[in-house]
């Protein structure tokens, strides 16, 4: 079914690409651009950077101070609240690369890595005010009750999945500090191997963003007299175009605000596909990805609901 299903969209796009060769072009332009312009640039300094710190096992040295807040609110070691703290800051998917790449380097056990991937992997801050509040809603008045409902729909999302994988706190801080102290001095190639892996990374994203910015024309094509499904199948699709039909369309704003932060929630499909390419070499399954972020979504949704319903009766 697996097989049939990826065939099939194979098909589709090479169809599309053939019969609709200019919305073809723009939406493959526009991917491109999104990557070269914004995720390449943001993503890339980190990639290389968070490589190297793993690596020489330094990261226990910058999180030590707040060992013991995200140990006790959140579960988490060192090394998984570097994790975190970088996953909400960068974006998609770098909560799920950091994550493999600590468990591949034996930095955090398979229960913490699993636990990460049901809530690790967020839209990043700039992304949120930037694109979504400034440039699609012109809602900046609405930045506090915007990181407040996607945060704490990642921290209920957390706490569900804590009793699942992280059934104590951790404790053992000093172990990772017993790593810190005995990390080897950097090796001599160690910075041409990060950068070498950050390339492979951003380009593997690169093109994960090209073929789903054209999966989601093709369906804003076919279905453009149907508006709710024209906008709303290419949000799940890829968020970005999403995001900018439903800023587009005649919908309250309102209406828009909500539906946008749930599906940035989601991340969408191309997200999906983006943390399973950051998950190949390890043991860890994209499903407990999914069933985190469906649950997250879920949350976010029903926070979204209740907020305006007590602007509505205030």
């Keep these: 079914m697996k097989r049939f299903f990826f065939f099939s969209s194979v098909i589709a796009m090479l169809l599309f690409l053939l019969c ?20 390449l640039p ?13 690596h020489a096992g330094k990261i226990p040295a910058f999180f030590h101070h707040f060992s013991r807040f995200f140990s006790w609110s959140l579960g988490l070691s060192l090394y998984g609240t570097y994790a975190f703290a970088l996953g909400l800051f960068c974006g998609y998917p770098m909560g799920a690369r950091l994550t493999a790449d600590l468990l591949k380097e034996k930095k955090i056990d398979r229960r913490e890595a699993d636990y990460l991937l049901t809530f690790a992997n967020n839209a990043s801050p700039m992304f949120i005010s930037s694109y979504i509040l400034v440039q699609t809603l012109d809602m900046r008045q609405m930045a506090v009750p915007t990181f407040i409902i996607l945060y704490l729909s990642t921290f ?46 951003i380009t593997r994203l690169g093109g994960y963003i090209i073929l789903f910015s054209i999966a989601a024309a093709m369906v ?7 508006p709710v499904i024209s906008w709303l199948l290419p949000g799940i699709m890829e968020i970005t175009t999403g995001i900018h039909l439903i800023g587009l369309s005649t919908m309250p704003a309102m209406q828009k605000y909500v539906i946008i932060l749930t599906l940035t ?8 596909a983006q943390t399973k390419g950051m ?28 907020f ?3 602007q509505i009766i205030q």
């Design 20 to 39: 609709y060769p200019k919305e073809a072009f723009q939406a493959s332009a526009d991917g491109l651009r999104l990557w070269f312009f914004t995720v």
């Design 220 to 226: 804003h094509t076919f279905f453009h007299s149907l």
């Design 42 to 54: 943001t993503l890339l300094p980190f990639l290389i950077l968070s490589d190297a710190l793993i």
């Design 156 to 201: 209920l999302t957390s706490l569900l999945f804590r009793c699942l994988f992280r059934r104590f706190h951790v404790t053992s801080t000093a172990a990772d500090s017993a790593i810190s102290e005995q990390a080897q001095p950097l090796p001599e190639r160690l910075i041409d191997y990060s950068i070498m892996n950050g390339f492979e990374t």
């Design 308 to 310: 305006f319903h007590i």
């Design 279 to 306: 998950l190949n070499g390890t043991p860890l399954s994209i499903k407990t990805y999914i069933l985190g972020k469906t649950v997250q979504t879920v949350i976010t949704l029903s926070i979204c609901l209740l």
């Design 265 to 272: 929630t989601f991340g969408g499909v191309s997200s999906i």
